[in-house]
């Protein structure tokens, strides 16, 4: 097999919390010393920019309105001024990028992942699917067009951000677009070591399931900032620890040490020769998959408000969609029957309609 090295860097470092445009200024000096180490992907953690809305996690909802405005006045839209910095950056040093963002669109704020391509093209952007728990008050829901694999100057690149790792049909959608690097984000700083090692767990499995290489990124909280988002001592405890920015390879293994605590760029070699010796033996989406099965069926339209029907709505949906990726009934051998009254797994009646499919005849 050819040999194809592609040199990574996961970033940890602080974002700055008291000057807008702070944290960019920090990520593009970031993406010229990994350029300077010869990097040619580079991923940077959870809506670094302008940064993670710690502030969600340890304050309640009624005390949080004027930090969330903050945050809608910095926020990121793409495109825009802070994209084209980015592009320039990373056509400039012929690299591919993953940035988390909190990108603003309209009266919305969306947890982002941006992936640029070599050339400075936008390749991909999504949103988090699902914001997890204090982040359902800041951040608007993602939809499945996101759940894209693209093509880019190092491989085939998707990327996740924080429990999005805990959704495996949404890991299952990208393995079977032949992932091959897989950029995830999380906050860090954040929760305590248990998250840390949590985090550790899910991105080597994730590794080891895709047949992938993981680089992993974390953002990193100093004292001072831990003070100046809360100078209460108890709830300070929520914002340290959860740090594990790593690179793995398809078998599980770290490619160097993973970076705990402190700041700095984790670069390691990767042999893209290795994700087919992974999948050799185990291909989750290929040879080891059992589609006659088990199958996962994917809406990846974009989600919009405004639907606009010239025809008339009984027109429109006369005609099949062009845009529709899949059938609407993807069974289509097999009866649909509405069951109104079903039981639930402890006995007792269930009021739900439930759609059951069974075999025709």
Known sequence: MEKRIV??????IAPVLDRPGGTLDRVLAAIDEAAAKGVGFAVFPETFLPYYPYFSFVEPPFAIGAAHLKLYEEAVVVPGPVTRALAAATKRHAMVLVVGINERDGGSLYNAQLVFDADGTIALKRRKITPTYHER????QGDGAGLTVVDTAVGRVGALACWEHYNPLARYCLMAQGEEIHAAQFPGSLVGPIFAEQMEVTIRHHALEAGCFVVNATGWLTDEQIAAITPDAVKQKGL??????????PEGRHVVPPMGAGEGLLVADCDMALVTKRKRMMDSAGHYARPDMLQLHVDVRPTTMLVRHPEGLAATRAQPSSAEPFPAEPFPDRAVTDCHDTVAVDGTADQRVAVLRSAAG
């Open 137 to 140: 008050m800041i951040w608007g």
């Open 7 to 12: 040199r990574v860097a996961a970033v940890q």
């Open 240 to 249: 340290r620890g959860g740090n594990c920015t790593a690179i793995v390879s």
